[in-house]
């Protein structure tokens, strides 16, 4: 076998020139996309296009945003649901409202404990007393005025009277006048006064149902949250009081979450009204401090002036001599 080996390589056998195919093969594959692509590009007549749709087709509808650059329209999908949500609210509204409610049945009953902030509510206690008061002052300088402006009337219908009786009445022409002009200058006197009377208690009515009412508000919004914390407290409470198991563990640990969420709520909540009440304070102080002495010195001018002329009028009036002195009288003479 060895030697037949050895003599075929011996024999001379032609070569044979291969030459390599220069063709890559990406021409031939780039040919052949050429081709494909030349028949897709070109469908032959009656044939339909058909068209492949995207994922994004079939999602909600977006709201587009344009890029800055080359006004290309970004398209940001949303999967919110607003029916899930509105119902999510409903159901957290329902739970806190129940809440609520059970805590403010219980304080009412006096089975429940409440929170109670020593330095904030006697303030409040004292802001609804002094509301109260005001109130009933205000009612009654009001009621002052009516009367004073209904007095202003009868005395200067009084005075016109007078005037008339004073012309017609030769022989009481002084005593009449006298009168008039007294029951004039009263009725001048007391519309001065009603008008410094009004002044106050519009002034008055601005403290009672615009500052202290929006204080007052405040304290209400207050009341609520307060409710809101202890209801969650006493939950949380519960919570700790009953046995600790994987079931009651996640429960406890939410309840813990929305009683921080409370209590942050109640503390802001509290410092909001506690720096209102303290402006509050100031600004009835300052109020009040000015209207009363406004009011003051209105009453006191009106009786200063109103004696004065009085005075004078009387020494007037007493200076005067009867028409009747001095002449003898009808029994007299007969």
């Not at 001065?192 to 519009?202: D, G, H, I, K, M």
């Not at 949250?225 to 563990?249: C, F, K, Q, S």
């Not at 109020?287 to 009363?292: A, E, G, I, K, W």
Request: proline share 4%; hydrophobic share 30%; glycine share 4%.
């Amino acid at each position: 076998m060895m030697a037949e080996v050895e003599q075929a390589g011996d024999t001379n056998i032609p070569t044979l020139n291969i030459t390599e195919d220069t063709t890559s093969p990406t021409e031939s594959n780039t040919s052949n996309h050429t081709f494909k692509d030349k028949d897709h590009s070109e469908p032959e007549e009656g044939t339909p296009q058909i068209t492949e749709e995207t994922e994004t087709s079939k999602e909600l509808p977006v709201t587009p945003q344009k890029n800055g650059a080359g006004g290309t329209i970004v398209i940001q999908a949303s999967n919110k649901n607003p029916a899930s949500e509105k119902l999510e609210r409903v159901r957290k509204w329902s739970i806190t409202t129940y809440k609520c409610t059970r805590q403010a049945l219980a304080e009412k009953m006096g089975r429940g404990s409440r929170t109670v902030d020593l330095e904030l509510e006697p303030r409040l206690e004292l802001l609804k007393d002094d509301r109260q008061r005001y109130d009933h002052m205000t009612k009654l300088t009001q009621t002052l005025a009516n009367q004073i402006a209904q007095l202003s009337v009868t005395q200067k219908t009084l005075g016109d009277v007078f005037s008339e009786l004073s012309v017609k009445s030769p022989a009481l022409h002084v005593q009449f006048g006298l009168n008039a002009e007294a029951q004039r200058f009263l009725s001048r006197s007391g519309e001065t006064l009603t008008e410094a009377v009004n002044s106050f208690t519009s002034d008055m009515n601005t403290l009672l149902n615009k500052t202290i009412e929006d204080t007052m508000i405040n304290a209400k919004q207050y009341e609520a949250v307060r409710i809101e914390y202890d209801a969650y407290r006493v939950d949380l409470e519960e919570l700790n009081l009953g046995p600790r198991d994987p079931m009651t563990v996640p429960k406890l640990e939410q309840a813990q979450k929305s009683f921080q969420l409370q209590r942050e709520k109640y503390q802001k909540c509290r410092e909001d009204l506690s720096v209102k009440i303290k402006l509050l304070e100031e600004n009835k102080v300052k109020v009040l401090h000015n209207q009363l002495w406004l009011l003051h010195n209105a009453v006191a001018s009106h009786c200063l002036n109103c004696h004065r002329f009085l005075q004078n009028n009387m020494m007037q009036a007493q200076n005067l001599s009867s028409p009747q002195d001095g002449a003898p009288s009808w029994l007299e003479d007969s």
